[in-house]
Nanobody
């Protein structure tokens, strides 16, 4: 499966962005889909995930501000981000584990200015 992330950009603090992750090659409808991020000098960290049934999970720093969703007809996952903070600045990656294999998108840069 190939994952193509998009939607990043430069935004002021308090602004919003919507990230998209389009999958190709295989259906992701039966998989838990994840968004991770990696800030400069830091390790990659989980942001949120959504199960095949639509159950969502968020890490504490983004709870109440980020919303993960999926559209199985479009084989895509989304991350809606509001009330962005400078500490949200990172490269955001979509990720799925299928069987023994890990698949990462190429990442999309989100920069939040203060």
């Amino acid at each position: 499966v190939q994952l193509q992330a998009s939607g990043g950009g430069l935004v002021q603090a308090g602004g919003s962005l919507r990230l998209s992750c389009a999958a190709s090659g295989r259906t992701i409808s039966t998989e838990t889909m994840n968004w991770y991020r990696q800030a400069p000098g830091k390790e990659r960290e989980l942001v949120a995930h959504i199960s095949s049934g639509g159950t969502t999970y968020y890490e504490d720093p983004v709870k109440g501000r980020f919303t993960i969703s999926r559209d199985n007809a479009k084989n895509s996952v989304y991350l809606n981000m509001i009330s962005l903070k400078p500490e949200d600045t990172a490269v955001y990656y979509c990720y799925v584990k299928m069987g023994l294999y890990d698949y990462w998108g190429q990442g999309t840069q989100v920069t939040v200015s203060s």
